[in-house]
């Protein structure tokens, strides 16, 4: 995902996300759900993992698979084997 896009995919996701989390809601508290609904209903666990992965904060784990620290030098040089 390119920086240049971010904002954009976001605003979409966002408008996704808010009217699912809406059914959510309703079906929570026992409301009948029409076929909207029950889209919103399946989509928001997708949307929210898309969210917490790619736009929140604390989302860095795929950025960080293979390790967050910066590498730190031994006293001769090298750089540690991971």
Do not use: H
């Amino acid at each position: 995902m390119t920086p240049r896009f971010k904002p954009i995919l976001l605003f979409f996701l966002l408008l996704a996300l808010f009217p699912a989390l809406g059914s959510v809601v309703r079906a929570w508290q026992g409301e009948a759900l029409n076929v909207l609904d029950g889209l919103g209903l399946i989509a928001f666990p997708v949307l929210l993992v898309l969210w917490w992965r790619y736009f929140s904060r604390f989302g860095g784990a795929a950025r960080c698979a293979g390790g967050c620290l910066p590498a730190v030098e031994n006293p001769n040089g090298s750089k540690p084997k991971t």
